[in-house]
């Protein structure tokens, strides 16, 4: 039987629902990770896996040519308090499908796997494809698509689901989370202290207020620091010797991670100690044939804000996704029947442009 895009389609959103009903907690992803077998092996194709990462290789794959990687992930995070619905509870109204999951990345990730399989069995492509549905995204963790990535060929390129409406973001900050030590001298409050470390806070809270980074992408804008948190003292009547403070610079492409470690480190009134410097900024050159495939379609192009599994990747990578960014990790989280729909049929589109 031929299996045409409407049956793919089809089977895609029934998929979806299961991955919905499955609890796929980062890190608890086994069993989405065998239903997403079983959906590839349905079709013929051999899967292969590491931890919670499955992966498969289209059918004709070449290591002469470049290869493209389709991935998006199936670890969900956890439902938050303010849900009225179960959140495992795939069902449709009004055209939403509801559950946790189902936009951030569900919808994504089965229309990523209904494209590689149109595409798995077709001759003369320029790229070969490899579709990685992958664990651990949420939490960026050391079993996702980092323990995998070592593993597979070289990456030429890749299309990251995530929901963005189907239109492409070309570039996608990265993020450093620094730890601030504003230091003072400890003393009795009924004392005199003219180094009192919560008072010092004042001006060093001012200076990242004010702080502005020189350079600024065309794509991203500024890079944007924000104080997310303060912490010191533990007595009423103790002067506390340190403020503790979480700055969060999410970084734009004209930055390195190390870079901007390097100059608030130097400049900053106050220790600056990064987390991890791993979770790089992306981008893909916008006269990129794929990009242009995707422009050839109506489709749009902006810089995300928000982070993904493209900060693991060293190639040029592009965002793409049926869904709303809005809606992840939402009370209720949905996403429209038609947004997979369309999202088949546009990444089917795009690809049919981008490997003839």
Same mark, same amino acid.
């Given at each position: 039987?031929k299996?045409?895009?409407d049956i793919?389609?089809?089977?895609?959103?029934?998929?979806?629902?299961?991955l919905i009903?499955i609890p796929?907690?980062?890190g608890e992803e086994?069993?989405?990770?065998?239903?997403?077998?079983a959906?590839?092996?349905?079709?013929?194709?051999?899967?292969?896996r590491? *931890?919670?990462?499955?992966?498969?290789?289209?059918k004709?794959?070449?290591e002469?040519?470049?290869t493209?990687?389709?991935?998006?992930?199936?670890?969900t995070?956890? @439902?938050?308090n303010?849900?009225?619905?179960?959140p495992?509870d795939?069902?449709?109204?009004?055209g939403k499908?509801?559950?946790l999951?189902?936009?951030d990345a569900?919808?994504?990730l089965?229309?990523?796997?209904a494209?590689?399989?149109?595409? *798995?069995?077709?001759?003369g492509?320029?790229?070969n494809?490899?579709?990685?549905?992958?664990?651990?995204?949420?939490d960026?963790? =050391?079993k996702?698509?980092?323990?995998?990535?070592p593993?597979?060929?070289k990456i030429?390129v890749?299309?990251v689901?995530?929901?963005?409406?189907?239109?492409?973001?070309?570039?996608?900050?990265g993020?450093?989370?620094?730890?601030?030590?504003v =230091?003072?001298?400890?003393?009795h409050?009924?004392?005199?202290?003219?180094?009192?470390s919560?008072y010092?806070?004042?001006?060093?809270?001012?200076w990242?207020?004010?702080?502005?980074?020189?350079k600024?992408s065309?794509?991203?804008?500024?890079v944007?620091?924000?104080v997310t948190?303060?912490?010191?003292?533990?007595?009423?009547?103790?002067?506390?010797?340190?403020?503790d403070?979480?700055?969060?610079?999410?970084v734009?492409?004209c930055?390195t991670?190390?870079?901007?470690?390097?100059?608030?480190?130097?400049?900053a009134?106050?220790?600056m100690? @990064?987390?991890?410097?791993r979770l790089?900024?992306?981008?893909?050159?916008?006269n990129?044939d794929?990009v242009?495939?995707?422009?050839a379609?109506?489709?749009?192009?902006?810089?995300s804000?928000?982070?993904?599994?493209?900060a693991?990747?060293?190639?040029q990578?592009?965002k793409?996704?049926?869904?709303?960014?809005t809606r992840?990790?939402?009370?209720? =989280?949905?996403?429209?029947?038609?947004?997979i729909?369309?999202?088949?049929?546009?990444?089917?589109?795009?690809?049919t442009?981008?490997?003839?």
């Amino acid at each position: 039987m031929k299996i045409t895009q409407d049956i793919l389609t089809e089977k895609a959103i029934a998929l979806l629902r299961e991955l919905i009903s499955i609890p796929s907690f980062s890190g608890e992803e086994d069993k989405t990770g065998d239903a997403i077998v079983a959906f590839l092996q349905s079709f013929g194709i051999e899967t292969q896996r590491q *931890y919670h990462n499955i992966y498969a290789f289209n059918k004709y794959f070449d290591e002469s040519k470049p290869t493209l990687l389709l991935n998006s992930h199936h670890d969900t995070v956890k @439902p938050n308090n303010a849900y009225t619905k179960d959140p495992f509870d795939a069902h449709v109204e009004d055209g939403k499908l509801y559950g946790l999951g189902s936009n951030d990345a569900g919808g994504c990730l089965v229309s990523l796997l209904a494209t590689f399989v149109h595409f *798995y069995d077709k001759e003369g492509l320029s790229h070969n494809i490899i579709m990685a549905a992958t664990a651990e995204e949420e939490d960026a963790g =050391e079993k996702s698509i980092r323990a995998l990535l070592p593993i597979l060929p070289k990456i030429d390129v890749a299309i990251v689901g995530e929901p963005t409406l189907m239109d492409l973001a070309i570039a996608e900050k990265g993020l450093v989370v620094f730890d601030a030590v504003v =230091e003072g001298t400890p003393s009795h409050a009924a004392h005199p202290n003219d180094d009192n470390s919560i008072y010092n806070t004042i001006e060093v809270l001012q200076w990242f207020k004010d702080y502005t980074f020189e350079k600024v992408s065309e794509a991203l804008g500024e890079v944007k620091l924000t104080v997310t948190q303060i912490n010191a003292g533990k007595q009423h009547n103790v002067v506390p010797s340190q403020v503790d403070m979480v700055v969060d610079v999410r970084v734009n492409d004209c930055y390195t991670n190390q870079e901007i470690a390097d100059l608030l480190q130097k400049e900053a009134p106050c220790k600056m100690i @990064p987390r991890s410097l791993r979770l790089n900024s992306s981008n893909i050159d916008p006269n990129h044939d794929l990009v242009k495939s995707g422009l050839a379609l109506g489709r749009g192009t902006y810089g995300s804000p928000t982070l993904s599994d493209q900060a693991a990747l060293s190639c040029q990578s592009v965002k793409l996704g049926p869904g709303d960014s809005t809606r992840s990790h939402s009370a209720n =989280e949905f996403i429209y029947v038609d947004e997979i729909v369309e999202g088949i049929d546009l990444y089917i589109k795009i690809l049919t442009g981008f490997l003839q």
